[in-house]
């Protein structure tokens, strides 16, 4: 059985940690795939991050962020990264792993504003309109995964964040492996992804909510189809 951890620290009442569990179990259900999951708080991911990550064949970092512990989100995620395991991050998953990837791969000081107000110029800043409980239009970019996985050029799907990509460096997405997936009406960036790995997508909006509605996400019936094919 192959096991994915779900990297955040876990609470009940937010909606996105009730609705994955149940999503993912719609995906295995569907697929036959003989996959389990786990909760892994980031207070947790300390010390030697390659031994604790090993035994999961897959990361999805969850929402809920600020995280108790930000850099063991991180570290996680560079694992999934390095590794090339499967990954899928949304809400603050994206969050971070935008972090992650500008850290190691753009060599700048990747800031939050979340955790850090004054930051100048952060990676992750304030959204110029609250994503809090709304529903938000996405236009995905001709022949990403997402557009694929979607089969379709656009969606509609829910957010419960304040917080995104900072413009500024959105254009940096243009070059480099690490590719726009897909934007909003206003063309902002709503989810990325990694060219040339088996599954790595990150997205701000929550798909995994669908599964609530007893509706099984694309997004996750695709990164389980990815994990049990490794």
Same mark, same amino acid.
């Given at each position: 059985?192959?096991?994915?951890?779900?990297?955040?620290?876990?609470?009940?009442?937010?909606?996105?940690?009730?609705?994955?569990?149940?999503?993912?179990?719609?995906?295995?259900?569907?697929?036959?795939?003989?996959?389990?999951?786990?909760?892994?708080?980031? =207070?947790?991911?300390?010390?030697?991050?390659?031994?604790?990550?090993?035994?999961?064949?897959?990361?999805?970092?969850?929402?809920?962020?600020?995280?108790?512990?930000?850099?063991?989100?991180?570290?996680?995620?560079?694992?999934? =990264?390095?590794? =090339? =395991?499967?990954?899928?991050?949304?809400?603050?998953?994206?969050?971070?792993?935008?972090?992650?990837?500008?850290?190691?791969?753009?060599?700048?000081?990747?800031?939050?504003?979340?955790? !850090?107000?004054?930051?100048?110029?952060?990676?992750?800043?304030?959204?110029?309109?609250?994503?809090?409980? $709304?529903?938000?239009?996405?236009? +995905?970019?001709?022949?990403?995964?997402?557009?694929?996985?979607?089969?379709?050029?656009?969606?509609?799907?829910?957010?419960?964040?304040?917080?995104?990509? !900072?413009?500024? %460096?959105?254009?940096?997405?243009?070059?480099?492996?690490?590719?726009?997936?897909?934007?909003?009406?206003?063309?902002?960036?709503?989810?990325?992804?990694?060219?040339?790995?088996? +599954? %790595? $997508?990150?997205?701000? +909006?929550?798909?995994?909510?669908?599964?609530?509605? !007893?509706?099984?996400?694309?997004?996750?019936?695709? +990164?389980?189809?990815?994990?049990?094919?490794?």
């Amino acid at each position: 059985m192959k096991r994915i951890a779900l990297v955040g620290d876990y609470n009940e009442s937010v909606v996105a940690h009730r609705a994955i569990p149940i999503a993912l179990s719609m995906a295995a259900e569907q697929l036959k795939a003989d996959v389990s999951w786990e909760w892994l708080h980031t =207070r947790m991911i300390t010390g030697d991050t390659e031994q604790m990550l090993d035994p999961y064949a897959a990361i999805w970092c969850v929402p809920g962020s600020p995280y108790e512990n930000a850099s063991g989100a991180i570290a996680a995620i560079r694992f999934a =990264r390095e590794t =090339r =395991r499967p990954f899928l991050g949304t809400c603050g998953g994206f969050q971070h792993a935008m972090l992650e990837y500008a850290q190691a791969v753009w060599r700048i000081d990747a800031i939050h504003a979340e955790t !850090n107000a004054d930051a100048v110029d952060p990676v992750i800043a304030p959204l110029m309109c609250s994503l809090v409980e $709304v529903k938000g239009a996405l236009h +995905f970019e001709p022949g990403s995964r997402l557009a694929k996985i979607y089969g379709s050029s656009t969606a509609t799907e829910e957010y419960h964040c304040s917080f995104g990509l !900072n413009p500024l %460096y959105a254009a940096r997405l243009a070059s480099g492996p690490m590719k726009v997936a897909a934007r909003d009406d206003e063309g902002s960036v709503r989810a990325v992804e990694l060219e040339g790995y088996p +599954f %790595y $997508v990150g997205t701000l +909006f929550q798909p995994e909510r669908a599964a609530l509605r !007893n509706q099984l996400p694309p997004l996750v019936k695709a +990164f389980v189809a990815a994990i049990a094919a490794t």
